[in-house]
Nanobody
Framework: QVQLVESGGGLVQPGGSLRLSCTASELNLEASAVAWVRQADPGGEREVIICISSSGGTTYFTDSVKGRFTISRDNDKNTVYLEMNNVKPEDSAEYFC????????????????WGQGTQVTVSS
């Protein structure tokens, strides 16, 4: 059974850093486009913020994270990371990793597999 498991969320102070992980089982992340998607409010809209394609290219879909967040993939560990630096209160959200075949996309519903999410709270 395909599973995506996120980890690394928690409480962080403004200006701090956090690294989220997304590890897959029964799915080769190297062959997938993998995105980090966040949802600020339960039941609210999800926002694709950044994505790494199967070829390793990075696409930012949210301007506010450019220069602060990076995405990377460790093929040996079958894990994708989100490095969050200089975090801001507005980055507080549930963060999900999601995958789809082929290219990255800005539309959350176009991703077919999702993890359960990890909460990030930015507060002093």
């Amino acid at each position: 059974q395909v599973q995506l498991v996120e980890s690394g969320g928690g409480l962080v102070q403004p200006g701090g850093s956090l690294r989220l992980s997304c590890t897959a089982s029964e799915l080769n992340l190297e062959a997938s486009a993998v995105a980090w998607v966040r949802q600020a409010d339960p039941g609210g809209e999800r926002e694709v913020i950044i994505c790494i394609s199967s070829s390793g290219g990075t696409t930012y879909f949210t301007d506010s994270v450019k220069g602060r967040f990076t995405i990377s993939r460790d093929n040996d560990k079958n894990t994708v990371y989100l490095e969050m630096n200089n975090v801001k209160p507005e980055d507080s959200a549930e963060y999900f990793c999601a995958t789809r075949y082929f290219a990255c996309d800005s539309i959350p519903r176009r991703f077919s597999r999702w993890g359960q999410g990890t909460q990030v709270t930015v507060s002093s």
